[in-house]
């Protein structure tokens, strides 16, 4: 069965903190993903990754940054937070050829 | 770049047929087109992937015209454990880990006793 975890289902942190969020896979998937989801608006693509150190922008990148060092792992980075990040974070992985996307629980954060 | 247009809402009865259609006027030839229900707080799952005419599986049907500018989910029976949101995703594959993903905005289905 195909798993996508993320590292915290729900968390609070305060204006100016940096929030790593992780995601880990074990589908051996080359692509990984970051949305954040908000009522009205659905899904958004924050970044994403088709390889190791590899990472292209999504629709909106501002105030976030990603690190992906091993295949399974894909962190996203919050590097001084702020209310506006408050939302739910999603990730999910692909295999290659543009197929299904398997998708996390989801990260609810709270920013202070 | 496809664009992708839902219904905001659908109620439905116990027991009935939904069907809810996306509009993708703009799709790429090698675009799939996938379709995920999600409960609140949880992640999306997928449902069902189609490229063109008709796909089943034991959880819904998918029916893509000829044109492809569109898509409709089929939802067999429904009870009350369907009531969730219902996207649709257009993903396009340019090669060399290049993609774009278009969700829609989502369909709320309430299903009513």
């Known amino acids: 069965d195909v798993k996508v975890t993320q590292s915290s289902r729900y968390l609070v942190k305060r204006t100016g903190e940096k929030v790593f969020l992780e995601c880990v896979q074990d589908m051996d998937h080359e692509n990984m993903f970051w949305y954040r989801q908000d009522p009205g608006l659905g899904l958004r693509l924050i970044y994403f990754s088709y390889d190791v150190k590899m990472k292209e922008k999504g629709d909106i990148p501002e105030g976030y940054s990603v690190s992906r060092e091993k295949k399974e792992r894909f962190s996203l980075i919050l590097e001084s937070a702020s209310t506006n990040q408050t939302s739910m974070y999603l990730c999910?992985?692909?295999?290659?050829?543009?197929?299904?996307?398997?998708f996390g629980p989801g990260t609810r954060l709270l920013v202070l | 770049l496809a664009k992708t247009t839902q219904p905001i809402s659908m109620d439905s009865y116990e027991g009935q047929e939904v069907n809810i259609t996306c509009s993708h006027n703009n799709i790429a030839t090698n675009d799939y087109i996938t379709w995920y229900q999600q409960f609140p707080s949880q992640g999306p799952r997928f449902i069902i992937q189609g490229y063109k005419t008709k796909v089943t599986n034991e959880v819904a049907s998918l029916f893509i015209p000829a044109d492809r500018k569109s898509s409709t989910l089929s939802l067999p029976r429904v009870s009350l454990s369907d009531t969730a949101v219902y996207y649709c995703?257009?993903?396009?594959?340019?090669?060399?880990?290049?993609?774009?993903?278009?969700f829609g905005k989502g369909t709320k289905l309430s299903v009513i006793p």
């Open positions: 995703l257009v993903v396009t594959y340019s090669g060399a880990g290049s993609y774009q993903l278009t």
């Open positions: 999910a992985s692909m295999g290659d050829g543009g197929e299904t996307q398997y």
